[in-house]
């Protein structure tokens, strides 16, 4: 086994051993397909008002422009999938927001990963990201062979389907590279298009991100939602997971073994009333280490005027 494959080996056996179920790795570099995709969806003005989409462009399109000298690109994937579901009828939480923030728990895992190969391969410079900074992780994904963009706009795994984080380790060492992900295997399948309430997603695998339950639910910081939307949101008050519910690949789904990922007990407890009741003292002090806490207490209110739950 020569230096490279050793390396290689200690990179996927670190990533196992913290827990993530994929590991691959793909040869850092300018992305230009994705470059000029990126580039329309802008311009057409898909994401909304979410205008931190339009920042860094240059990063996002180029992991040696966020890590210097970056010659390798590290995906993983963490399984977010529950044990157990929110009661009928109440307001629906998407599932990645069941637990703790992922941002914080993936974030430290990322730097206890970089840690570890620092101390088993030698000096390495690199930085770890998780869905907060300037990465196209889902390309990046791809690309190291962990699965294909379905048509609902997420990495689908063929064994595991979609219900999982991506985190991306970018790092200044060669390793031996993955193939990429060639296959489709959406096929002729259009359950999640024609399960979109807000037909946020459209035929050609581009997602209008400012029709997306969850950009209404999260992103937006309006004091109030369009009218036009309202009967549309199925009753999901943070977030939304109608595309990854009726995918057929996530009959693979299994409950994930992260303890930090555990349901927030209240999430699955918590009556319609309860949610309407709930005072911004007690928001605060439940979800404080939840991702709920992005929308902040009003947000969270809004969204419950406006779906009107049973």
């Given at each position: 086994?020569?230096?490279?494959?050793?390396?290689?080996?200690?990179?996927?056996?670190?990533?196992?051993?913290?827990?993530?179920?994929?590991?691959?790795?793909?040869?850092?570099?300018?992305?230009?397909?994705?470059?000029?995709?990126?580039?329309?969806?802008?311009?057409?003005?898909?994401?909304?008002?979410?205008?931190?989409?339009?920042?860094?462009?240059?990063?996002?399109?180029?992991?040696?422009?966020?890590?210097?000298?970056?010659?390798?690109?590290?995906?993983?994937?963490?399984?977010?999938?529950?044990?157990?579901?929110?009661?009928?009828?109440?307001?629906?939480?998407?599932?990645?927001?069941?637990?703790?923030?992922?941002?914080?728990?993936?974030?430290?895992?990322?730097?206890?990963?970089?840690?570890?190969?620092?101390?088993?391969i030698g000096?390495?410079?690199?930085?770890?990201?998780?869905?907060?900074?300037?990465?196209?992780?889902?390309?990046?994904?791809?690309?190291?062979?962990?699965?294909?963009?379905?048509?609902?706009?997420?990495?689908?795994?063929?064994?595991?389907?979609?219900?999982?984080?991506?985190?991306?380790?970018?790092?200044?060492?060669?390793?031996?590279?993955?193939?990429?992900?060639?296959?489709?295997?959406?096929?002729?399948?259009?359950?999640?298009?024609?399960?979109?309430?807000?037909?946020?997603?459209?035929?050609?695998?581009?997602?209008?991100?400012?029709?997306?339950i969850s950009?209404?639910?999260?992103?937006?910081?309006?004091?109030?939602?369009?009218?036009?939307?309202?009967?549309?949101?199925?009753?999901?008050?943070?977030?939304?997971?109608?595309?990854?519910?009726?995918?057929?690949?996530?009959?693979?789904?299994?409950?994930?073994?992260?303890?930090?990922?555990?349901?927030?007990?209240?999430?699955?407890?918590?009556?319609?009333?309860?949610?309407?009741?709930i005072s911004?003292?007690?928001?605060?002090?439940?979800?404080?280490?939840?991702?709920?806490?992005?929308?902040?207490?009003?947000?969270?209110?809004?969204?419950?005027?406006?779906?009107?739950?049973?």
């Open positions: 086994m020569n230096l490279l494959q050793k390396n290689t080996q200690i990179v996927k056996q670190k990533a196992a051993a913290l827990g993530f179920h994929y590991c691959g790795i793909a040869k850092a570099g300018f992305l230009d397909e994705d470059a000029r995709r990126l580039e329309t969806w802008l311009n057409q003005n898909l994401h909304g008002k979410m205008q931190y989409m339009e920042n860094h462009f240059d990063m996002r399109v180029d992991p040696r422009k966020l890590v210097p000298g970056a010659k390798s690109v590290i995906t993983v994937l963490k399984n977010y999938y529950p044990e157990k579901q929110q009661l009928p009828n109440t307001p629906h939480i998407a599932k990645y927001a069941y637990g703790k923030d992922y941002h914080e728990v993936i974030r430290a895992q990322l730097k206890d990963f970089l840690e570890i190969l620092n101390s088993e000096e390495i410079s690199g930085r770890g990201f998780v869905d907060s900074a300037p990465v196209l992780e889902r390309t990046w994904a791809v690309k190291t062979g962990a699965g294909w963009i379905g048509k609902n706009g997420n990495l689908i795994n063929k064994e595991s389907g979609s219900f999982y984080f991506i985190a991306t380790l970018i790092v200044d060492i060669e390793l031996e590279y993955d193939d990429p992900f060639a296959k489709d295997y959406c096929g002729s399948c259009s359950k999640c298009i024609d399960s979109c309430p807000t037909e946020a997603i459209q035929p050609n695998k581009q997602i209008n991100g400012s029709k997306c950009y209404f639910t999260i992103e937006l910081k309006d004091a109030l939602i369009s009218e036009e939307m309202k009967g549309k949101f199925k009753n999901w008050m943070f977030g939304c997971d109608i595309c990854q519910d009726v995918c057929p690949w996530n009959r693979f789904s299994k409950p994930n073994k992260e303890e930090a990922f555990k349901a927030i007990p209240e999430i699955l407890s918590y009556t319609n009333q309860e949610w309407k009741s911004e003292e007690a928001f605060k002090n439940v979800f404080r280490d939840s991702p709920l806490k992005r929308t902040k207490f009003e947000g969270i209110k809004r969204n419950l005027l406006f779906i009107e739950t049973i």
